[in-house]
């Protein structure tokens, strides 16, 4: 039987961390754009019986504009594949990429 997280009325019981510190750099150059960020987090419980464990997170980013409306950029998250999130027993994808483009009218 699932149970939501909320419904537990324990005090001091939160899904979300006790700690949680964050850190980015977002570099330009012509018209590359370069971004990285690192953020930690303490343990916290993310279902009644179980805890997400403390982590550390590190994101990069990549962007370059091609023209005055059309950009393209791309973004690695959580490059260490920490397990870093845990909430009504779904958890965190691991890492994961993308790509994509802006087009501006």
């Known amino acids: 039987k699932r ?5 537990a ?5 939160t899904n979300m961390p006790f700690n949680r510190v964050f850190a980015g750099i977002k570099a330009s150059r012509d018209e590359w754009s370069f971004g990285a960020d690192v953020s930690g987090c303490s343990s916290y419980y993310g279902t009644i019986k179980e805890r997400a464990p403390a982590a550390i997170i590190v994101d990069l980013s990549l962007e370059k504009r091609i023209s005055v409306n059309f950009t393209v950029f791309g973004y690695v998250n959580n490059i260490l ?5 845990l909430l009504y027993y779904y958890g965190e994808p691991g890492l994961n990429t993308g790509l994509g483009a802006v087009l501006q009218f």
Do not use: D, E, V
Request: no cysteine; glycine share 6%.
């Open 9 to 13: 009325a324990q005090p001091g019981f």
């Open 3 to 7: 149970q939501n997280i909320n419904s």
């Open 81 to 85: 594949n920490n397990r870093h999130y």
